[in-house]
């Protein structure tokens, strides 16, 4: 049934994607512009395909959970270039139009924090958004829908995997020398510990920028250690459905971590401790006041599902 079910709400419409795939083969990068400002971002077009997720049983090093490998066949989506911009956050965390801290079925945005969140790294001009919940990144995608009429979500983590991946089969998408990081992330080695505005880096070959490093990058699905064990040999479109608030999942690695956790295939389950603090006045469940390494990026289906479609999605992954 949750297989039924992310179907439905993650690749609404597959079989509609095929023709749509056969009618315009070029799917092309563009721009989206943010209604009501001069603020626009990139998405780039991720071919359809499949891959091997996980570690293969001869890498090292490797995490018990990035294993078995399962082959993974993905329908066509568009990836945001960069990571989620400060610029763009900042456009919905402070949106006055919108209600503060409610539960409601509508779009509300965090009220104002009250600390640093930053602790000084850089905001406006190019800076990676950071410290959210990874429901306030979502909402930040229903606030968006609302705005340009598209819809936008987080990526699932196989989605994530093959995008980073691009093509390859190795630990990373440029082999197995970690040395080449430096031209291609920020991390422990480079970062000074400090993250650095998006795009400094070289991208992948698929045009994506920061996938490694800088921050790291929340995904839809819930964590489970042993989830690619549930899969079965071949999967199509997967994610694991939420049933709890923690623990979800961030991936890429960050400006502090090292080398190994900047692989491709590592999975990084969400801690508590990053909501130890809340640094709001009235309290709330956005912020994650001590995780400015957490940042995300945006997908977008090659074929948009419906209203009602949407609304399922948002409250199923909205808790």
């Not at 508590?272 to 940042?295: E, L, T, Y």
């Amino acid at each position: 049934m949750k297989k039924l079910i992310a179907a439905a709400l993650l690749c609404a419409g597959a079989g509609a994607l095929g023709a749509q795939e056969k009618k315009d083969p070029e799917l092309k990068k563009y721009e989206q512009s943010i209604p009501g400002s001069s603020v626009k971002f990139t998405m780039v077009p991720i071919p359809a395909g499949s891959f091997k997720m996980g570690s293969a049983s001869g890498n090292t090093p490797k995490d018990a959970d990035e294993q078995p490998q399962v082959t993974v066949k993905l329908d066509a989506f568009y990836m945001g270039s960069h990571e989620v911009s400060f610029d763009e956050y900042a456009l919905f965390q402070y949106d006055e139009s919108l209600g503060q801290n409610v539960d409601a079925d509508a779009v509300t945005r965090p009220t104002t924090p009250y600390i640093d969140l930053t602790l000084g790294m850089g905001k406006e001009g190019g800076f990676p958004a950071n410290s959210m919940q990874q429901r306030a990144a979502i909402m930040y995608c229903k606030w968006l829908y609302t705005k340009t009429g598209v819809f936008y979500r987080l990526p699932t983590e196989a989605e994530w995997e093959y995008a980073a991946r691009a093509g390859s089969n190795t630990p990373y998408f440029f082999g197995s020398d970690a040395k080449q990081l430096d031209d291609y992330a920020w991390y422990a080695k480079n970062s000074e510990d400090k993250y650095h505005k998006i795009g400094l880096k070289k991208p992948n070959p698929w045009g994506l920028y920061d996938i490694y490093g800088n921050v790291a990058e929340w995904v839809l699905d819930q964590y489970q250690a042993d989830y690619y064990k549930t899969l079965g040999k071949e999967a199509t479109n997967p994610t694991r459905l939420p049933d709890a608030k923690n623990p979800r999942m961030v991936r890429g690695g960050n400006y502090k971590d090292d080398a190994a956790a900047l692989r491709s295939a590592n999975r990084t389950e969400s801690d508590p401790i990053w909501n130890r603090r809340d640094p709001q006045i009235p309290k709330s469940k956005w912020w994650n006041a001590d995780a400015p390494f957490v940042g995300f990026r945006l997908v977008r289906p090659v074929k948009q599902p419906g209203a009602a479609e949407i609304e399922k999605f948002f409250s199923t992954y909205i808790l």
